[in-house]
């Protein structure tokens, strides 16, 4: 897959010589005498796999990383706990990621791991009056926001011309939408998996009525730094992509043996999280394509006022991570 370098110029400058080093040296060896700390903040769901199979089956330790996880239920939550300077590492959506990019204390996207164009689903309440997009309007939509499903469903509204501003957008976490659709306090519902069977399993007769694709975006999933530890810990950041990369082998390789041990983690069946799994595409990437999807994003973002301004895109990506990584 062809790889964009993105300009480093200020950040390059902040990590200095020493830490510049130790990404030079990384690559000739793939563990360490004294392993390095790193919190990643992370949720137990299938956009987080690699980093799940990563802690489970021993990677990041056999790469000279002691993780401590920092369950959160969304990658919002994991947004604010690396901006925090309560995580060091944060997997998320490429949203949160952008609104960590732009935070007061802003966080650095390192890489992407995986996409999905049509892991974002829309769920209609039973009996719903909903048959077109427009038929939006006027209704309780639950979504998290600042989720990558908000920034989906702000592009999906504007494709079909749907006034935002008509919807009456109830934020909530994924774990109550279930309930929140059973009581009939919301018309609707977005969200990525687990979230969406989640809210079908309590409510049977409740329907799919779209997937959010087709909007520009592939939806990439993305690990992002704490600047603190981008300058304390650089080579921390590489062992974690190269444990990241062990795991996506795997997941490769063997999605059956990937499915069962996320199971374990989400209490959705094997056979659910192999069909969540299969319908993404799971590689380490900061292709042309992807860079020009966050782009386009931020630019909703903004528009919408969930961003404070465009990232700064020189600082805000870092690709010296994943090149050294790759050599």
């Known amino acids: 897959m062809k790889m964009t370098i993105v300009r480093q110029g200020l950040l390059a400058a902040s990590l200095g010589l020493a830490g510049l080093a130790a990404l030079v040296t990384l690559t000739s060896r793939t563990t360490a005498d004294t392993p390095l700390p790193a919190r990643l903040a992370l949720s137990y769901k299938v956009d987080y796999l690699p980093q799940i199979l990563a802690q489970e089956k021993g990677y990041f330790t056999a790469r000279g990383l002691k993780v401590a996880p920092k369950v959160v239920t969304g990658g919002i939550e994991a947004a604010e706990a690396v901006t925090s300077g309560a995580a060091d590492l944060a997997v998320m959506g490429e949203v949160p990621a952008l609104i960590a990019t732009t935070a007061p204390n802003p966080a650095v996207i390192v890489a992407t791991y995986a996409r999905d164009e049509n892991r974002h689903r ?3 309440a039973p009996g719903s009056a909903i048959r077109v997009p427009k038929d939006l309007e006027g209704k309780r939509f639950a979504v998290q926001h600042g989720s990558s499903t908000h920034g989906g469903i702000l592009m999906y509204c504007a494709k079909h011309k749907i006034d935002v501003k008509k919807i009456t957008l109830v934020r909530l976490s994924p774990r109550d939408m279930p309930e929140a659709m059973a009581s009939k306090q919301i018309d609707a519902m977005a969200g990525s998996e687990p979230w969406p069977t989640n809210v079908l399993k309590r409510n049977p007769q409740a329907k799919e009525f779209a997937v959010l694709s087709g909007l520009g975006c592939n939806y990439p999933l993305v690990l992002v730094a704490g600047r603190q530890y981008i300058r304390s810990q ?12 062990d795991a996506i082998t795997l997941i490769n390789a063997k999605p059956d043996d990937a499915a069962a041990v996320l199971a374990a983690r989400t209490g959705l069946s094997p056979a659910q999280e192999l069909a969540s799994i299969s319908k993404g595409t ?4 900061l292709d042309t394509e992807t860079l020009n999807g966050l782009k386009k994003m931020a630019k ?5 006022g969930v961003l404070r301004g465009e990232p700064k895109w020189d600082r805000a990506i870092d690709s010296r991570y994943f090149k050294a990584m790759s050599r």
């Open 122 to 124: 829309i769920i209609t």
């Open 234 to 245: 650089p080579e921390g950041i590489t062992r974690a992509l190269l444990a990241t990369q």
């Open 282 to 285: 799971w590689a380490l990437s």
């Open 300 to 304: 909703f973002l903004e528009g919408a």
